[in-house]
T-cell receptor
Framework: NAGVTQTPKFRVLKTGQSMTLLCAQD?????MYWYRQDPGMGLRLIHY???????AKGEVPDGYNVSRLKKQNFLLGLESAAPSQTSVYFC???????????FGPGTRLTVT | GENVEQHPSTLSVQEGDSAVIKCTYS??????FPWYKQELGKRPQLIID?????GEKKDQRIAVTLNKTAKHFSLHITETQPEDSAVYFC??????????????FGKGTHLIIQP
């Protein structure tokens, strides 16, 4: 089992460019989450999904969109990147609501 | 929405001593409180969690206590070892309502174990 994987590991974008971060899990988990981690800020929830075909907004959703077309994949999109979106992005999944969340290795994104 | 405050931001203890990290939450509907450990450059990993129907939970050298009335919960690590050095995050969630399925994290505590 690979667990939770994220692609890419690193990326540098220019302001205004777009990109998609891919999260994949092979544990058949229903719930998937996207967090961003900034120094001194902890982890903040961007969007989450409670099952295939569903998505919902978290604490800091502005500037991001998500899709969950397949149960095992959760995509995070940045349509027009801004320097404020420079961060480390973590994807996580859980089998049940309020269950252990398994995190991916993270994607370090820099927007210049 | 939920707000989780965590203290201290940095904690330095001698190897073998105990460490205590405290968190408070604002939403009385929160009922699930996990603790995650993140080593430098690594992903967060769950170390222990507690639900609101329990006041204390222990797993070897790690324990968590919950005071629902005061809306605070604490992580206790006894007999600290060098491998306990990491950033620890508390979190809270509620099982229903908007945003119910994600965690609200504290800002983290950098625990340093001095040899």
């Amino acid at each position: 089992n690979a667990g939770v994987t994220q692609t890419p590991k690193f990326r540098v974008l220019k302001t205004g460019q777009s990109m998609t971060l891919l999260c994949a899990q092979d544990m058949n988990h229903e719930y998937m989450y996207w967090y961003r981690q900034d120094p001194g800020m902890g982890l903040r929830l961007i969007h989450y999904s409670v099952g295939e075909g569903t998505t919902a907004k978290g604490e800091v959703p502005d500037g991001y969109n998500v899709s969950r077309l397949k149960k095992q994949n959760f995509l995070l999109g940045l349509e027009s990147a801004a320097p404020s979106q420079t961060s480390v992005y973590f994807c996580a999944s859980s089998l049940v609501r309020q269950g252990e969340q398994y995190f991916g290795p993270g994607t370090r994104l820099t927007v210049t | 929405g939920e707000n989780v405050e965590q203290h201290p931001s940095t904690l330095s203890v001698q190897e073998g001593d105990s460490a205590v990290i405290k968190c408070t939450y604002s939403d009385s509907a929160s009922n699930y409180f996990p603790w995650y450990k993140q080593e430098l450059g690594k992903r967060p990993q769950l170390i222990i969690d507690i639900r609101s129907n329990v006041g204390e939970k222990k797993d070897q050298r790690i324990a968590v206590t919950l005071n629902k009335t005061a809306k605070h919960f604490s992580l206790h690590i006894t007999e600290t070892q060098p491998e306990d050095s990491a950033v620890y995050f508390c979190a809270a969630s509620k099982g229903s309502g908007g945003g119910a399925d994600g965690l609200t994290f504290g800002k983290g505590t950098h625990l340093i174990i001095q040899p």
